[in-house]
């Protein structure tokens, strides 16, 4: 369980990324694309068009997670390390924000992957101890 963050984050990125590009109406996104088309596509996404904007903001996130994902991946895969405890730490506080302002959320999957990075960081940082010193 310990080197399944990065990869956790993948596909979560990729699932919330996929959902919004191939089934926009799904989440309360029907015919932006072709709104998009209206407005021309560059600089198609202002507050003026909510519908636009919303989408556009829906989207970014779930590139962000697939990066962060990718480098978390690398860390635990080719670094052969665990996630530094602020990573845990820090998705765990994105994750309660975005729960706390909406419980129907797939946020509910970070926090089951911050909880492990936490977790993974806590065992790396007491297998790097010297014998007998203890955090």
């Known amino acids: 369980m310990n080197k399944i963050s990065g990869l956790a984050l993948i596909i979560i990125g ?18 932006v694309w072709q709104e998009i088309v209206n407005v021309g596509v560059i600089d198609a996404a202002k507050p003026e068009s909510l519908q636009i904007w919303g989408y556009y903001w829906f989207l970014m996130p779930g590139l962000l997670i697939i990066l962060y994902g990718l480098l978390c991946y690398w860390v635990e895969n080719q670094l052969n390390a665990s996630l530094p405890s602020f990573v845990g730490w820090g998705l765990l506080l994105v994750a309660g924000f975005g729960i706390v302002l909406d419980i129907d959320t797939g946020f509910w999957l970070v926090l089951i992957v911050a909880i492990n990075a936490i977790v993974a960081s806590q065992r790396g940082d007491r297998s790097r101890q010297p014998d007998g010193e203890q955090l």
């Open 14 to 31: 990729l699932l919330h990324t996929l959902i919004g590009l191939l089934l926009p109406g799904a989440i309360g996104f029907s015919g």
